[in-house]
């Protein structure tokens, strides 16, 4: 069994920046790669970027550039770093793990950016 758990959301005005970690627990050594999704009000569950465990990494269009997405094996952590946010960037984001067998997700934490 893996947990994931998501924080650092918030309110941020446009244009400010919000890291995002995701801490990972459990039996880690199934997991192949690690995302974050993001759901905004009314719109589907969309994949924002996501990180394998040797490191690569894909981003959404809407995102490249803004976000990036990392890890820290030691701590079993993956963050997304959020710059220039805007206010369609305002969702639920997620936190989620694949294994072979089955995926895992967090409980989401908020992300408003608003003035």
């Known amino acids: 069994q893996v947990q994931v758990v998501e924080s650092g959301g918030g309110l941020v005005q446009p244009g400010g920046s919000l890291r995002l970690s995701c801490a990972a627990s459990g039996s880690l050594s199934s997991i192949y790669a690690m995302d974050w999704y993001r759901r905004a009000p009314g719109k589907q569950r969309e994949l924002v970027a996501g990180?394998?465990?040797?490191?690569?990494?894909n981003y959404a269009d809407s995102v490249k550039g803004r976000f990036t997405i990392s890890r820290d094996n030691a701590k079993n952590t993956v963050y997304l770093q959020m710059n220039s946010l805007k206010p369609e960037d305002t969702a639920v984001y997620y936190c989620?793990?694949?294994?072979?067998?089955?995926?895992?997700w967090g409980q989401g934490t908020q992300v408003t950016v608003s003035s």
């Open positions: 990180i394998t465990s040797g490191g690569s990494t």
């Open positions: 989620h793990a694949r294994s072979p067998l089955r995926d895992f």
